[in-house]
């Protein structure tokens, strides 16, 4: 029976965790996630976890944060002048708001701190820094 090897264009049914049991994204009710192995679409550790596997086969896949979103970067917490936000969205802890780069590509922040002045945003990947779970079932290698 074929295994997935690199280079092989696949379709997986997941479900993805944190250690704490924390469900941050599945495909159930949606079409499988289909791509190619070695092409840098997923992470390098989802990416390692399938090679090897069979169609039909289920398996759960425990990757460290070093091969998932990296390790959370400091350098990525930033600094805002409140004025520089609407004045018709209050900013608040948690928020996710939208930024616009040096380069004009447009990010994600997580607020994490607000005050008179200033709020303070996370420009990390919201998984960064967490090992990541994933219960994956192969439905198809091309």
Known sequence: MQTVK????????YTGSLDDGTVFDSS???EPLE???GSGQVIKGFEKGVLGM??????TIHIPAEEAYG???????RKLPRKALPKEREPQVGMIIGLVRSDGMQTEAKIIAVTEEEISVDLNHPLAGEALNFKVKLVSIN
Do not use: C, M, S, Y
Request: hydrophobic share 25%; glycine share 12%; proline share 7%.
């Open 6 to 13: 690199e280079g092989d264009k696949v379709k997986i049914h």
């Open 28 to 30: 159930q009710g949606r």
């Open 35 to 37: 791509f190619t192995t």
């Open 54 to 59: 069979k169609v039909g086969q289920e398996k």
């Open 71 to 77: 390790p959370a970067n400091p350098q990525l917490i």
